[in-house]
Each structure stands twice: as C-alpha cells, then as structure tokens.
C-alpha cells in the first residue's frame, strides 16, 4: 500500500467551520455524482499515481478564483518540495463522498456546475478525507515501534479498507466466474436453482449475463457512462436490477453503511432509460463472481418462502440432517465453500502452480484433499498436499468474510479476535488447527495416504514443512494477519521429534494463485518461498535503516510476489485455469 498524503480541506483552506452538508446543499446531486464518478474511472486502477491526481486536481480547479488557486498550488508546491506523494481521494473516500450524496440527494437540474459549485464539490470531496484520516492514526513512537505495536497501529486501519486499495485485475472474477457457473451448471444443487436466477436477470445463459457485465465495465472504463440504446432489453434490464436508489440507503443499518453494502449490491446509478452512471468499478467487477453466490442464496431463500413443495424435497432430501428450512442456507454455504472453492477451483490452481517440471514429476507427490483413517473414523488430512523429497507444503483454504461490525471497529482486539473466529476456531478445527492436526500427523511417518513407493524414501528429521493458509476476502491482506495466526500457531504446536522445520506459516489470497500461474508454472514455488523469508530477513535486520525496510519486514506474500516479478522482468501472461474447459466468454 503507497504512502502518501490524501488531501485535506484544513491543510489548503484551513478551518472555517464548514460543513459536508452545507457545502453540497446548493449543488445539484446528480451533477455531483456524474464528477465523482468521473474522477473515480480516472483513478480506480491508478490509485497511486499522483502524476494522475495532479492532473485532476488542476483540471477540477481550472475555473477556481485566482486566490483560491493559489492556496492549493502553493499547499502543493510545499509538498512537492518535500517529494510527499498526493492523492486527491482514493476508492475509500469516494464511495463515503457517493454514500452522503444519496443520503442528501436533491433534484435541483443543472448542466454546468458554476465555479463556486465546483469548488465547493472539491471542499465536500477534502472534508471526507479529512474525517477518514482521523479515524486513523498511524503516528510511530519509540514504545510501539515494536513488533506487536506496529501491528496493532496497522491492522485496525488497513483492514477497513484493503480491499479498496489493493489493485483489481478483471481477470480474476472472470476466471472465478467461468468456473463457478461451470459447477453450478453440473452440481446437483446448484443447478435447480440456475433457471431461476437466469430468469430473475432476464437472460437465457449464464455466459449471456457474464458478457453483458463484462462489457458494461469495458464500455464505462475511461468516462463511468454508460449510453444505451432502447434495443438492448436485456442489457437494460440487467442494469436495472443493478442501480441504487437513493430512497433505500436508510433501509441500511450504520455498519452496512460503512462496508458500502448498498454499492456492492447496485453499483450503478440510473438518470434515464438510456444514461447511467458507474459509482463503484471494484463492486461492479466482483458482480461477475463475489456476489452470484449470494443471488443464489437469495433464489434458494424466495423458493423456501414460496413453499414448494418439488424444490423443498430436493434440499431436504440432500440435506437429511436439517430440522428447519432456516438451517439450509448456513449449510448450503459450507457446501458451497466444500465442493466449489476447496474441491474444484482451489484445486485446478495448484495443479497450475506446481505445472514446474522440477515439482510436477515421477518424484513428487500433488494430492487434493488427503485423508486418513484413525480407529473407524477417516480423517482429512489438509485441502491440498504437496511433497518434493523431504520438503511438505500444506495448504488449508477458509472461504471466510469479516464482519462489518468488526472490520469497522478501529478496535485492535475485536479485529484479533475475528481474525482467530474466522482462522483458528477450535469448533470447526479448520484452518490452523487443521494445519497443526496434519503437522501432528506426519510426525508420525505415516504417509500411507500419499498410496505411493515415494513416502518409503522420507526420513526421519530430515522433513521440512510449510503451512500456508489459503484464503479469499482481501481484508486478511492487512498488515499483522499473518503474525497474529503465526503466533497462533506456535501456541498450538508442541515438539516434533521427526520433523527438522516448521517453516513461518504464509498466508495466501486465492487470487494471487491465479494471477501468478505463469510465474509458478517457470519457477520452482518451494525456491521461490525461501527468496519470501529471506527477502523478510533481511529487512527486518535493517528495520531502522529506513521506512522502506520497516515495512518490508511485514511484507505480505502477495506483495512480495509483485516486487519478484518486476525485480526478475517476468512477463505475466493470462492463467492457463481462464482457458480450462475450453470456455469462450472471450
């Protein structure tokens, strides 16, 4: 994540009691959003370029007053001389600036915004930075410029708003969505209720409603509008069912208002049958994939409530061990998570990963799911095992989300104690319990799972092992996830006298599996792990030779991998796994 300076009202105009309110009060809402919309196509996917801030900075106050002009080029000017990187909003503030708009809209018509509308759209614009940067403090003292202080300073505010900062490739919803509807169309369950959400979106294929949206992002990437001619019913349709009205952001309680709830369900605004607006790029490219399993629990949730009677018996049939129909849709989640993320899609992106001949060969041991039998009962061993010569990586995957409530608190130990709900529940016994289980497990030398000749090679304290945690909301990207569940783990762990190395547990987001295929598929993934902790190492040996070590001391994998490739010039070409099945949404 750049550092930089997000600007604030008080830092250029100074504090004259102003108001967010009484600065947009005589502007009109639609006109104000069609600007911020505009703006946030302009940074969406150049979050930190402030070539590309300043550049709009100086075309939103071309028209300003010759004095007001000079307090922000000399503001500017100051900062430049002290090379401070500017940003004039970032995804977060606009979609807060998106949300007080609704909430305050007006139907006052107006073209052109007049000077003084315009500059006071950038002062509401600044106020909001302002208040997002004092709910965070990231100040460093002496007595927290320590490991678990730093952390704590970090996670509490990065983890509100990962997600709006990390960049979105279009490509990973879109591989995701391939597959998704690919099981969906197969799967015993999920393919009851396929007809009925292609009928609530009005299209007869779900490779239909993927390129519609897919083109609807393409066609609004550079201005946000999207023009449409009367002949296009499905498409209007389908963007119907996509657009936000201002009547209904009260129907949202304050900590659904703070995740942008309303905008990942209807990312866009309509003006007219033809005109419509872009508010949210990031929610609108997750609709091809974040969002459609939540439509479908949606169809599940409205056929229970129609009682009927055929669909009723197919779930309660599958489901034997339900009592009441409300229990279907928790289940109907872990099924979900079980058969589509950790049986299929999880899978098909190792399988990519470990394509290296130095791995994938008559020596080393791919295993999706490994289970094994202890007494009568048969255990799961991880989701994914892999195994060159005495060295074991172990990969668990949790499709879990962070609660709102939680992820909004700005509370260090709320946030700790859901990251150890979601990671290392000892209810579920998934996640690092699961890795610690499978860990207790190989120290035993048993590998009759593996069914091969190989395990008779393995020996005894010569076994190297990594535990990674696969998982899928970008919120556990934040800083200190990693070293809150690596602490975790060393609590859960005991002595293991066949075992020559636990390696740092390393945490994983599903999407960069996919994004780096074409890296893993030329290098070695274990060689390319060793470079990630000794590229840790060694900055945090140099912690306090400067800013850039300290950080890079709590580097993410993911962030690591990005800095890998540029620094080798590997070329990143499209993920194989876009190509499986032979799919043509392209």
Known sequence: MAIGLLLELESIFGNKGETFETLIKNIPSFSMLKLLAYINAQIHIKETNTDKHKELISWLSQNFEHNEKIKITSFLSGCGSKQVPIFLANNQTILIFFTRILQNYNSIECENLSPKQKLDFFKALLL????VNDKQNYSISDDNFKDEGIIQLFLKNQISQIEFIKEKLFYIPLVKCYHLFDFVETDEIFSKLLPYFLSNKGVS?????????????????????????????????????????????????????????????????????????????????????????????????????????????????????????????????????????????????????????????????LTPNPTYKIGKDTKELTDFYVRKDQKICLFELKDVIMKAEIKHS??????????????????????????????????????????????????????????????????????????????????????????????????????TLIQYENLFSKKNFF????????????????????????????????????????????????????????????
């Open 527 to 586: 060689e390319i792990i060793e470079e990630y902790y000794d590229f840790k190492k060694k900055r945090a040996k140099d912690r306090k030779k400067s800013t850039k070590n300290f950080f890079n001391s709590f580097e993410s994998f993911s962030a690591f991998l990005e800095y890998y490739v540029k620094r080798n010039n590997i070329g990143m070409d499209i993920p194989k796994i876009l190509k499986d099945n032979k799919l043509d949404l392209v």
């Open 410 to 511: 700005y509370d260090y130990d709320k946030i700790k104690e859901g990251i150890l709900d979601k990671f290392s529940n000892q209810k579920d016994k998934k996640g690092v319990p699961q890795l610690v289980n499978a860990i207790n497990y190989i120290n035993n030398l048993d590998f009759s799972f593996e069914n091969s000749k190989l395990s008779k090679r393995i020996k005894a304290k010569k076994i190297i092992i990594y535990p990674i945690l696969v998982f899928t909301d970008l919120s556990f990207s934040a800083f200190g996830v990693e070293e809150i569940l690596q602490n975790e783990m060393n609590n859960q762990l005991g002595s293991y006298e066949n075992i020559k190395e636990i390696k740092p547990l390393i945490m994983l987001d599903l999407n």
């Open 205 to 365: 294929n779900w490779k239909e409603y993927a390129r519609i949206l897919l083109g609807i992002y393409i066609a609004s990437f550079q201005t946000a509008i999207i023009k449409i001619g009367s002949e296009y019913t499905i498409e209007r349709n389908l963007l119907h069912n996509l657009c936000i009205n201002p009547e209904n952001i009260s129907n949202y309680d304050s900590f659904q208002i703070e995740d942008f709830t309303p905008f990942r369900e209807k990312p866009i605004f309509k003006k007219n049958k033809n005109e419509y607006l872009v508010l949210s790029f990031i929610f609108l490219i997750d609709k091809l994939f974040k969002s459609i399993f939540f439509d479908f629990k949606e169809v599940a949730e409205n056929l229970f409530k129609q009682d009927n009677p055929s669909f009723d018996a197919i779930f309660l049939e599958k489901f034997k061990k339900i009592k009441e129909k409300k229990q279907i849709f928790g289940i109907l989640n872990t099924y979900f998570t079980t058969k589509f993320s950790e049986e299929l899609l999880l899978v098909k992106a190792m399988k990519h990963t470990f394509s290296h001949k130095s791995i994938n060969h008559k020596n080393s041991i």
């Open 128 to 131: 909001v930075n302002q208040e």
